[in-house]
């Protein structure tokens, strides 16, 4: 027996997804489109990059395998390095991220895992340090959307493509 008569299969046999309950773009699109209206204008004049790290953070924390896939791609379209990508859950830890970045991941935290108290003065001051008074709104919005569009992945059980 040689060593690769022990290695692992090329095409390993893959998990299926969990059933999906409900498909809410068919059964209530006018949400869906409100939804899409409201990412929309969260999205307009926030940095890409910005904007892909929290909709990937949100969802990661969020439990939404299917936002969390979608993001990513969409995350390394727009200029976000895989190195990046693969180190967010870990952002404190890394110096791959910048000032505005990591103020953005906080309030994307803060706003997805509200305390007691809200989002605390010292996480909020920091994004208003870096984001101006254009870009701060949108950024907020940003997180209260991608917290609503990963609650619709949840519950609905919403998963990603299988691998090709």
Not at 26 to 47: E, H, I, Q, T
Not at 70 to 92: D, F, I, N, P
Request: aromatic share 6%; hydrophobic share 45%; net charge negative.
């Amino acid at each position: 027996m040689t060593i690769n008569d022990t290695a692992a299969p090329a095409d390993p046999q893959t998990v299926p997804a969990p059933a999906r309950r409900i498909d809410l773009n068919d059964r209530a699109s006018d949400v869906y489109k409100a939804m899409f209206a409201l990412d929309k204008a969260a999205s307009a004049g926030l940095d890409p990059v910005v904007r892909e790290l929290v909709r990937v953070r949100v969802s990661q924390l969020n439990g939404c395998a299917y936002c969390t896939d979608q993001h990513s791609a969409e995350g390394l379209k727009v200029g976000v390095g895989q190195r990046k990508l693969l180190a967010l859950t870990v952002w404190r830890e890394t110096p791959f991220f910048t000032a505005r970045e990591r103020a953005a991941l906080a309030l994307a935290e803060a706003v997805t895992r509200l305390d007691p108290h809200g989002v605390p003065d010292e996480v909020y001051d920091a994004a208003a340090a870096l984001f101006d008074a254009d870009e701060l709104p949108r950024l907020i919005a940003m997180c209260v959307t991608m917290n609503a569009w990963t609650r619709i992945g949840v519950t609905c059980r919403m998963s990603p493509a299988p691998e090709a």
